[in-house]
């Protein structure tokens, strides 16, 4: 196995990649390379049995220029410095190129969240969201849910924050429940504009989705409702995974039927009339998509070359290493990239801190009418800058509108001191 690329390594290619179709200063792009500040905190938080038990947790605000920073926070063991700078470069170009009004930013706290009790991880959460108190706010930095984090914990994090600042501010997080003033429409958004991605790549390709095979790598949030969605455009979702495995059937999978599944015994592998395979194998099936759903660096440079897929829609953030995309695209491999195609989510989560704004909800057929908008028009304008620019792919297309947007922001308002 290649070493694993550093994603934040990975981030910073990919910018240089896209800026050399752009008439931007070294300087300029530099800037956009890398993060304006780094919150690095150790959180101190007491465990069930009476004892205190450390927990590293990160905030990263990457830029600011089109508006204040945005994006998730994850629990997770892998988290690292760099993999949090990296998540927060890819909100600001994933906001930029759904042209929403954000930069980016990201968090994670070093927790497996399996290991911990509901209580605990409520006192991490409260913990942290303490230590975020001065950096955050509606205007300011608006955090979201990401990998391991849900409605649960973004409620505790908005009360937390409501009961420091003696206020009521629901629009300090996203991803909130129902009744804490979430929005319809936001847990599906991130596989929606999975699903609107495929669709509409499909139609680009002149290709057929109806019938066509479909492998989904990860059966979390983003990737089970992808699959849905994808199923329910007609087209045959053969193999899924989870970190246990994958399951294959040629003939086609019940996606509702594989996830109540997985509720009720912890993983998709072991659905009947299915045969098992490991991660690796999913990712290299003769299928006609796939559709990374996992974390980042699924695929690097040795992987790439056994991918029989026509046209991969990431639906992870930064799932294929550079060295993926060289040998991907050299092999007329289409990559559909992760700042448009898991979009979806950050921009329901825009809808959703407007509706907290202006206190005034919207109905779901609302939600998904102008998520669909969006994406599609952010789809289209990725295939014409790809198209004029010449780039060699669709990521590099992605990053040569977002970085200009970004740019156009900066250079407009001017440095200051
Ligand atoms: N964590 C999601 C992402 O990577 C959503 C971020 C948000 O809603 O702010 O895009």
Same mark, same amino acid.
């Given at each position: 196995?290649?070493?694993?690329?550093?994603?934040?390594? !990975?981030?910073? &290619?990919? %910018?240089?990649?896209?800026?050399? #179709?752009?008439? +931007?200063?070294?300087?300029?792009? &530099?800037?956009?390379?890398?993060?304006?500040?780094?919150?690095?905190?150790?959180?101190?938080?007491?465990?069930?049995?009476? !004892?205190?038990?450390?927990?590293?947790?990160?905030?990263?605000?990457?830029?600011?220029?089109?508006?204040? #920073?945005?994006?998730?926070?994850?629990?997770?063991?892998?988290?690292?410095?760099?993999?949090?700078?990296?998540?927060?470069?890819? $909100?600001?170009?994933?906001?930029?190129? @759904?042209?929403?009004?954000?930069?980016?930013?990201?968090?994670?706290?070093?927790?497996?969240?399996?290991?911990?009790?509901?209580?605990?991880?409520?006192?991490?959460?409260?913990?942290?969201?303490?230590?975020?108190?001065?950096?955050?706010?509606?205007?300011?930095?608006?955090?979201?849910?990401?990998?391991?984090?849900?409605?649960?914990? $973004?409620?505790? %994090?908005?009360?937390?924050?409501?009961?420091?600042?003696?206020?009521? =501010?629901?629009?300090?997080?996203?991803?909130? =429940?129902?009744?804490?003033?979430?929005?319809?429409?936001?847990?599906?958004?991130?596989?929606?504009?999975? $699903?609107?991605?495929?669709?509409?790549?499909?139609?680009?390709?002149?290709?057929?989705?109806?019938? =066509?095979?479909?492998?989904?790598?990860?059966?979390?949030?983003?990737?089970?409702?992808?699959?849905?969605?994808? &199923?329910?455009?007609?087209?045959? +979702?053969?193999? +899924?995974?989870?970190?246990?495995?994958?399951?294959?059937?040629?003939?086609?999978?019940?996606?509702?039927?594989?996830?109540?599944?997985?509720?009720?015994?912890?993983?998709?592998?072991? /659905?009947?009339?299915?045969?098992?395979?490991?991660?690796?194998?999913?990712?290299?099936?003769? @299928?006609?998509?796939?559709?990374?759903?996992?974390?980042?660096?699924?695929?690097?440079?040795?992987?790439?070359?056994?991918?029989?897929?026509? %046209? %991969? +829609?990431?639906?992870?953030?930064?799932?294929?290493?550079?060295?993926?995309?060289?040998?991907?695209?050299?092999?007329?491999?289409?990559? *559909?990239?992760?700042?448009?195609?898991?979009?979806?989510?950050?921009?329901?989560?825009? *809808?959703?801190?407007?509706?907290?704004?202006?206190?005034?909800?919207?109905? &779901?057929?609302?939600?998904?009418?102008?998520?669909?908008?969006?994406?599609?028009?952010?789809?289209?304008?990725?295939?014409?800058?790809?198209?004029?620019?010449?780039?060699?792919? *669709?990521?590099?297309?992605? /990053?040569?509108?977002?970085?200009?947007?970004?740019?156009?922001? #900066?250079?407009?308002?001017?440095?200051?001191?």
């Amino acid at each position: 196995m290649a070493q694993e690329a550093n994603p934040f390594e !990975s981030l910073q &290619e990919q %910018i240089d990649d896209a800026a050399a #179709y752009l008439d +931007v200063r070294d300087d300029v792009i &530099e800037r956009l390379k890398n993060p304006e500040r780094v919150l690095e905190t150790n959180l101190s938080v007491e465990m069930d049995d009476g !004892s205190i038990e450390l927990f590293r947790a990160y905030r990263s605000q990457f830029n600011g220029d089109r508006g204040p #920073y945005k994006g998730g926070i994850r629990y997770h063991p892998g988290v690292t410095r760099d993999e949090v700078k990296a998540l927060s470069g890819w $909100m600001v170009y994933k906001c930029a190129v @759904v042209d929403i009004p954000y930069g980016g930013g990201k968090g994670g706290i070093v927790i497996d969240p399996k290991e911990y009790s509901e209580g605990e991880l409520e006192r991490v959460s409260r913990s942290f969201a303490k230590e975020l108190r001065p950096f955050i706010g509606v205007d300011r930095d608006i955090p979201a849910p990401d990998v391991n984090t849900g409605q649960r914990e $973004m409620n505790w %994090i908005k009360d937390t924050y409501e009961t420091l600042e003696n206020t009521t =501010a629901p629009g300090v997080i996203t991803g909130k =429940a129902l009744p804490n003033g979430g929005s319809e429409g936001r847990v599906e958004a991130t596989g929606r504009s999975t $699903m609107l991605t495929a669709r509409e790549a499909f139609k680009y390709l002149d290709r057929d989705i109806e019938g =066509a095979t479909v492998a989904v790598q990860g059966y979390g949030n983003a990737g089970w409702i992808a699959a849905k969605l994808i &199923e329910d455009l007609g087209a045959n +979702v053969v193999a +899924v995974s989870d970190s246990s495995g994958g399951i294959y059937n040629p003939e086609g999978l019940d996606t509702r039927a594989v996830k109540d599944f997985k509720n009720e015994t912890g993983s998709v592998s072991g /659905y009947e009339d299915t045969e098992s395979l490991t991660n690796e194998e999913l990712l290299t099936l003769d @299928v006609d998509l796939l559709v990374p759903a996992a974390l980042e660096n699924a695929i690097d440079g040795d992987l790439a070359r056994d991918v029989r897929a026509d %046209i %991969i +829609v990431e639906a992870a953030n930064g799932p294929l290493t550079p060295r993926a995309d060289d040998v991907l695209t050299e092999r007329g491999v289409h990559v *559909f990239p992760d700042i448009l195609a898991n979009a979806g989510g950050v921009t329901v989560s825009y *809808f959703e801190w407007v509706q907290n704004r202006q206190r005034f909800y919207w109905t &779901e057929e609302r939600v998904n009418d102008e998520l669909e908008r969006v994406i599609v028009d952010a789809f289209d304008t990725l295939v014409d800058a790809y198209e004029s620019h010449g780039a060699p792919n *669709f990521r590099t297309a992605a /990053y040569v509108v977002a970085i200009q947007r970004v740019v156009n922001a #900066y250079t407009s308002s001017g440095n200051w001191p």
